[in-house]
């Protein structure tokens, strides 16, 4: 028996395994441009999992300080085996990826819906508390699908959260949670030229889900991890 209590390394990867999971439910099949605004942990590791659902052969990293953008691009080039670049200008990253990933603690939106084309997919990752935006929320209601993981909790915290408050929520043409679509009881992608975006704030139950797997492969190996 033990206690795992972790607010670090497994849940930034729990994280990006949610990222994988919506890419690999909503993005087109063969999508190989990623456009990753953000340049920090979760950001890499957002694209690191992309590569694991997706053939993804080339990529851009955006950051509001170009120095991070340029060694997190660095890095993630040396570490995956494809072609990654630093981006100086936000929209032409947005304009020429298949899937776009947010990633950023950032309280004001600087995505705009003008920038979206047809076939992309987009998840939001960084808006997780009230204060935060990263998209405007004509993004969302130009998306022919919005998914959550949990609708009650985008509309607290997410990106739902700033579509409400503009009066917009009526205006979301198709919306359901990502469990809903990965258990099939939801329709996800339904053309080639769907806009969909992921709005996902975290949940409990990926932590539990990655505590335990953790703590199974521990007690395989006979690891015991003290702190």
Known sequence: EALLLDNGYLTD???AAAGAVAARHLARADARCAAILGSGMQAKLQLKALTLVRPIERAVIWARDPRKA??????????????????DDVRDAV????????????????VKAEW???????TAMGSDQETKNEIEPAC????DLYVADRLGQTERLGELRSVIAAGLAGSVRRSA???????GSADGRRSADDITIADLTGTGVQDTAIATFALAHAAQAGTVIES
């Open 13 to 15: 990867v729990r994280t």
């Open 70 to 87: 340029e060694a997190a691009a660095a890095e993630m080039g040396r570490a995956l085996g494809i072609g990654v670049r630093a981006a």
């Open 95 to 110: 304009a020429r990826a298949d899937i776009i990933v947010t990633a950023t603690p950032a309280s004001e939106p600087f």
């Open 116 to 122: 979206l084309s047809p076939g992309q997919h987009m």
């Open 140 to 143: 969302i209601t130009r998306a």
């Open 177 to 183: 949670e990502l469990g809903e679509i990965v258990c």
